[in-house]
């Protein structure tokens, strides 16, 4: 891994928590290069990672570092195994997110940047975060989807760059805040487009 990767990872990390996207030591971030995938650590607030404390896996799950890494691995290992042009991985507890993934109706589409963005937002059922059954729920919905919700738990995106990937979780905070402030009032939905939208 390089520097300017290392500083991007980590970077991203505080930018999300900085924005309250990553409440205590909630949410879990990784980035692949090559055949090896940084991921950040188990226990640690996204708000006070280093470089030194990325751990660093095969794709396979094999430990190639000390560090011990996030307990929800499995699901980044199972995201990168379906959806193999994405470089980075980002995996949020942030509060509207969690709040939409506890209804029982998906997210409506409401604005045209949710359709070039996210494009259809499926939502993930719920399995233990950490188990291998979360990971085969997110990389069936991953297979078609850049980004998803996983009920009662939070949100996944994958994306080419870790910087793209942070932006697209904040602006899926930011459709769950939105949908969450129409519920109860008369609103006009867009029609979501099939597969997911480009992204870089």
């Known amino acids: 891994m390089t520097v300017a990767e290392v500083e991007s990872l980590v970077a991203?990390?505080?930018r999300l928590a900085a924005l309250g996207l990553s409440p205590g030591g909630s949410g879990n971030v990784s980035v692949r290069v090559g055949a090896q995938v940084y991921v950040t650590p188990t226990g640690g607030a996204l708000s006070r990672v280093t470089?030194?404390?990325?751990a660093v896996l095969?794709?396979?799950g094999e430990p190639l570092s000390e560090a011990k890494p996030s307990k929800e691995f499995p699901l980044h290992l199972a995201a990168y195994h379906v959806r193999p042009e994405a470089r980075a991985i980002v995996h949020l507890h942030s509060v509207?997110?969690?709040?939409?993934?506890?209804l029982d109706e998906p997210l409506p589409t409401l604005t045209p940047y949710q359709v070039t963005r996210l494009g259809p937002l499926p939502l993930v059922p719920y399995a233990?975060?950490?188990?291998?059954?979360?990971?085969?729920?997110?990389?069936a919905a991953l297979a078609d989807h850049h980004a998803a919700l996983l009920a009662n738990h939070g949100s996944v995106v994958a994306a080419g760059a870790v910087d793209v990937a942070a932006d697209l979780a904040e602006e899926l905070e930011s459709a769950a805040q939105l949908a969450l402030l129409l519920r109860g009032l008369p609103y006009r939905k867009l029609p979501a487009v099939s597969g997911p939208p480009a992204t870089s």
């Open 51 to 54: 470089a030194a404390d990325l």
């Open 96 to 102: 509207h997110a969690v709040a939409v993934a506890c």
């Open 128 to 139: 233990p975060p950490g188990s291998a059954a979360l990971a085969e729920n997110v990389a």
């Open 58 to 60: 095969s794709l396979t």
């Open 12 to 14: 991203a990390c505080h």
